[in-house]
């Protein structure tokens, strides 16, 4: 129902099991080679794919399963990208697609969204609307990525579980607020606006997932430039209040590279700010040039996103890893600096940005924040977390 209400407002649909049922059809390359694995036994008298048939060989064996997605996910996935070629530069594409999580293709979309039911829900409605048995429904649940593995990959969950009715009118909502101006600020490299001053929130453990989620499809843009990807700022320290805005640092080997990845960044959803960025040395004898940065947005109206594409090694590579981990550890440390949160942001709270309360929060960082933070970092034995594997953390690794 998601997908064809989507369809409906404009979405361009990609149905991975419509595509699946193509690429078996009789005369098929596909049809052939299931055939050829799987014996002639699984057609029906009429030369089709018999699927209740097949469904009750591979839904029961994880190998014969494996080995059937084996055959038709490539053809699937290969016409799906030839619809997706043909649409429009704007165009909301929703992809269909029942088994993304198995098949691990998360961070290769914008946006993930999840249509969701309880177990017994979900068993009801097979058996009322599919004809199975209780016993089949739950083998065929079984055999797909458990209810939580599925949640914790979305960035949009829809509550399946009330009447047809409710669910048209999130989707709608979705489709309104979310998918059209998320794809039109795709399609002009902008970044969805912002407004406002600075609101503090309590602290969301559930950041920390977004942020791996949002990392993951940063790696998936520029793969051959990205060294590493990391979850820092407020958002990224447990029990600190913070504005709902996640920031993520990109590490590169150089500002040429942070230049030429520029482009697939804005392509995966997080384009560029505009202009050359430094960031605020903490010593005044600190080289400019050694702080510069680019900055990235998202592009989704829904979920703030500040990308700082930094040099491996550089100063504000160091410094952002370093605060992290020391207000992570230090509770003193972690107090003061949201103490000095909610004293700035308090000055700022009826300004249209939130470009004053970064400015004042300044002093804090060179006078305060800085030094303190250098002597938790010798004392401790602090070293930053090796970006050389490409790995990405987002709490304490860097600690030694």
Known sequence: MV????????????????????????????????????????????????????????????????????????????????????????AVVVQDIPLLVETGQESSFHLVVVVDAAGDVRVRRMVEHRNMTEEEARSRMAAQAARDVRLAAADVVLDNSGTPEDLRLAVDR?????????????????????????????????????????????????????????????????GLSAKNVIDLQLAVKDMDAADRIAPLLGDAGFPVWPGVLLDSPTSQHSDPAAWSKRLHGSADPGRPVNVHVRVADSPGWRFALCFRDWLTADQAARDAYGAEKHRVAALHASDSSTSGYAADKEPWFTETAGPEMERWAESSGWRPPSWESGSTSGGTSGTA
Request: charged share 20%.
């Open 3 to 90: 997908a064809s209400r989507l369809q409906e407002l404009g979405a361009v649909l990609v149905d991975a099991d419509a595509i699946a049922r193509d690429v078996v059809e009789p005369g098929t390359p596909g049809l052939a080679a299931v055939v050829q694995t799987f014996g002639p036994d699984i057609l029906g008298a009429d030369g089709r794919l018999d699927r209740p048939r097949l469904g009750a060989v591979v839904f029961g064996d994880q190998e014969r399963r494996a080995v059937l997605n084996g055959i038709v996910h490539p053809l699937v996935r290969q016409q799906a990208a030839a619809v997706i070629a043909a649409a429009p530069a704007d």
């Open 174 to 238: 979705l489709w309104e607020d979310r998918l059209v101006p998320f794809a039109r600020n795709v399609s002009k490299a902008a970044v969805a606006p912002r407004h406002g001053g600075p609101v503090l929130a309590a602290h969301d453990p559930d950041w920390r997932r977004q942020a791996s989620l949002l990392m993951a499809r940063l790696r998936a843009a520029a793969p051959d430039d990205v060294l590493a990807v990391d979850h820092i700022g407020s958002t990224a320290v447990p």
